[in-house]
C-alpha cells in the first residue's frame, strides 16, 4: 500500500510541474515582458511544487490515519479479548468436592461402622463385641454370603444331630420351631443361618471352619 501511494505522489508531481513548465513555455515570447514572464514561471512553478507536495502531505497523512485506526481497532480487540477472559476468570466452577455435612457423615459412618478382624465364635460365656488379635470377642453381628441370612445365637442351648439343610431351610427364623431340635447346654452357643449351623463351647476363630460362609457385616458402637 505504501509504495502504491508513493507512485500516485510522483504522478501528481510530475503532471503538476508539467503542466506549469508547459504554461510557462507558451507563455513565454521574447520582448518587453520577458522579465515578468520569466518572474511569472519561477512564481507558477513554485505554486505547483508547492500543490504537490501538498497533496504528498496529505495522502501521508490519509495513511497514517489508516495506520493509527488500524492499530485503534486492534487495541479495541484486545481490550474485549482482555475483558472476557477476565470475566471467565471471576466465574468459577462449583466444587465437587463434598459438603462439610457429606464429611462429617461419611466420618460418623467409617467411626461407628467396624468389622472384626479376625471373627470369633464362643460359647455362651464368651462376651459379644468387636473381635481383633488383642480383644477376643465373638462377633454377633453375623451374615450369610450364600443364603444372605442374618446368623441367629441362642446360648445355653446346642443343635440336635438331626438337624438338616431342610430343617433350616424351612423353619429359620422362627424361634418356636427352631426349638423342637435344639438340645440344653450350659456354655453353649448355637449358630445358624438358613443354609448352615454350628454349635460352639470355646472360642473359635470363624477361618479355622472353611465350610462356614459367614461374615462380620459391622458394629455399630
Known amino acids: ?7 500516485l505522489l510522483d504522478e501528481v508531481e510530475n503532471k503538476f510541474c508539467r503542466l506549469s513548465r508547459r504554461d ?7 520582448g518587453q515582458g520577458q522579465k515578468r514572464n520569466r518572474f511569472r514561471e519561477e512564481e507558477e512553478e513554485a505554486e ?76 455362651s460365656s464368651s462376651p459379644h463385641g468387636i473381635g481383633t488379635n488383642i480383644s477376643q470377642r465373638t462377633c454377633d453381628q453375623l451374615r450369610c454370603t450364600a443364603c444372605d441370612f442374618c446368623v441367629l445365637q441362642y446360648d445355653d442351648f446346642q443343635w440336635d444331630q438331626s438337624c438338616d439343610y431342610l430343617f433350616f431351610r424351612n423353619n429359620m427364623p422362627e424361634f418356636r420351631k427352631l426349638r423342637t431340635k435344639m438340645l440344653t447346654k450350659k456354655g453353649s452357643r448355637a449358630y445358624a443361618c438358613q443354609c448352615t449351623w454350628r454349635s460352639i463351647d470355646e472360642l473359635t476363630e470363624l477361618t479355622g471352619d472353611r465350610q462356614l460362609r459367614w461374615v462380620c457385616s459391622k458394629h455399630v458402637e
Open 48 to 123: 505547483a511544487e508547492a500543490a504537490a507536495a501538498g497533496e504528498r502531505a496529505r495522502f501521508s497523512n490519509v495513511l497514517t490515519k489508516g495506520a493509527s485506526e488500524e492499530e485503534d481497532i486492534d487495541d479495541i480487540i484486545q481490550d474485549i479479548i482482555d475483558e472476557n477472559s477476565y470475566a471467565k476468570n471471576l466465574v468459577k466452577p462449583k466444587s465437587k468436592s463434598p459438603s462439610p455435612a457429606y464429611e462429617n457423615k461419611t466420618t460418623s459412618v467409617q467411626a461407628h461402622g467396624k468389622r472384626c478382624c479376625p471373627v470369633y465364635l464362643g460359647g
Open 24 to 30: 510557462c513555455s507558451e507563455r513565454g515570447r521574447p
Open 1 to 7: 500500500m505504501a509504495d502504491d501511494l508513493d507512485e
